[in-house]
């Protein structure tokens, strides 16, 4: 499978920003978006199942970002409500056979990444 993230942008504090992958091949897979920040580890923002659209999120991101799916489209969205300057990463659209999963080494597929500046 091919992704690819787009959709970032510099955005202030408070701000609403939507990011989209696009999958191309197979897509029968479980979906994630994942973040790094200057200095930090990839981390696991949030992932969808493809078949069933089920959702999953970090703490972190839970209440503010909204993961959905449009299979007909082959897109998966991230809307990002309510940012924070913590927020502040470059984001990664992800994609592994199975169920969900929030460790980086266990997806193997992996599209560019997309900045997302959030300035306070």
């Known amino acids: 499978v091919q992704l690819q993230a787009s959709g970032g942008g510099l955005v202030q504090a408070g701000d609403s920003l939507g990011l989209s992958c696009a999958a191309a091949?197979?897509?029968?897979?479980?979906i994630g978006w994942f973040r790094q920040a200057p200095g930090k580890e990839r981390e696991f923002v949030a992932g969808?199942?493809?078949?069933?659209?089920?959702?999953n999120y970090d703490d972190s991101v839970k209440g503010r970002f909204i993961i959905s799916r449009d299979r007909a489209k082959r897109m998966v969205y991230l809307q990002m409500n309510n940012l924070k300057v913590e927020d502040t990463a470059l984001y990664y659209c992800?994609?592994?056979?199975?169920?969900?999963?929030?460790?980086?080494?266990?997806?193997?597929?992996w599209g560019r990444g997309t900045q997302v500046t959030v300035s306070s």
């Open positions: 091949g197979r897509t029968n897979y479980a």
């Open positions: 969808i199942t493809w078949n069933w659209g089920t959702p």
């Open positions: 992800t994609a592994r056979s199975g169920d969900i999963r929030t460790k980086v080494y266990e997806y193997p597929y």
